[in-house]
């Protein structure tokens, strides 16, 4: 059997060559790193249900329209997507105040914000991240200003979709972050979604309770990270019903 090509591996995810020209196979791993991989984890499970995760949202957007690097699920861990030209943004949307937003403005967590927020951060670990304006991105040729106004209209339909959603089952979308890639058909380029959707990168919160169902669970040691994001699948109905659950689910009312 000839071993595939690794094309990348991040921190929660490896990248392989895909089956055609122009396609990825994306595999999610188990590994949970936070605060710029300073804490690390391995936790069962989790690759699994981001790849469920992902690919709800990810489909769901693709038929509203809205274009994403999300071609199918291959098994339980990966999923074929389109290969795009990272740009080297982490695009955030926020709803309600929380995380670095609060930090740096004082603002107290889970303030509703008058409108959403979109804000910019350079993709660069050894940097940690820092936010940047649209005066770097324009400067330093990260994205042009058309791509500026694409990624904005992206970043909020991709809001308006998963808040509806996560509203849908009893759950507030606070904030998340989304990357965006660009694909070349014939002449044309185009800015699509990409990378992943999933509790790892946004913040959800219970709406009666306000439990915390994302990432923060692993940051903050809340408890289980896999409760919660078993949770925020079987809420969506993406945890196969016939199939054992990826590990003990808790069981919501
Ligand atoms: P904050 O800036 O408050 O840390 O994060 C805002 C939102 O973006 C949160 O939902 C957080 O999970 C997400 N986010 C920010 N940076 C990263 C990152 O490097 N990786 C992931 N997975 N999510 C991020």
Redesign the pocket.
């Known amino acids: 059997m000839a071993r595939r090509k690794k094309i990348y591996e991040g921190k929660?995810k490896i990248l392989y060559e895909g089956p055609e020209p122009g396609t990825i196979v994306q595999y999610f791993k188990d590994d949970a790193t936070a605060f710029n991989a300073q804490k690390k984890d391995v936790i069962d499970g989790k690759g699994a249900l981001n790849n469920l995760l992902s690919e709800y949202f990810m489909s769901g957007l693709n038929q509203i329209g809205v274009p994403t690097h999300f071609i199918k699920r291959l098994n339980m861990r990966e999923q074929l997507v389109r290969q795009v030209e990272i740009i080297p943004l982490?695009v955030?949307v926020?709803n309600y105040a929380?995380?670095?937003?609060s930090k740096r403005l004082g603002i107290e967590e889970g303030t509703q914000l008058p409108r959403p927020i979109v804000e910019y951060?350079y993709k660069d670990d050894s940097l940690g991240?820092p936010l940047v304006t649209e005066e770097h991105i324009a400067a330093f040729g990260w994205a042009t200003q058309q791509d500026m106004d694409d990624i904005l209209s992206l970043a909020l339909r991709v809001n308006d979709f998963m808040s509806g959603v996560m509203y849908g089952v009893g759950i507030k979308l606070?904030?998340?972050?989304i990357e965006i890639g660009r694909v070349y058909d014939g002449d044309f380029q185009r800015l699509i979604v990409a990378d992943e959707i999933s509790p790892?990168?946004?913040?959800l919160w219970d709406i009666e309770t306000g439990r915390h169902l994302?990432?923060d669970v692993f940051r903050r040691d809340l408890g289980s990270l896999t409760d919660a994001y078993t949770e925020v699948a079987m809420r969506l109905g993406v945890m196969p019903k016939t199939s054992t659950p990826v590990t003990k689910p808790t069981l919501i009312n």
Request: hydrophobic content about 30%; proline content about 0%.
């Open positions: 929660a982490e955030i926020r929380a995380g670095t937003m951060c991240d606070v904030d998340f972050k790892d990168s946004c913040r994302d990432k």
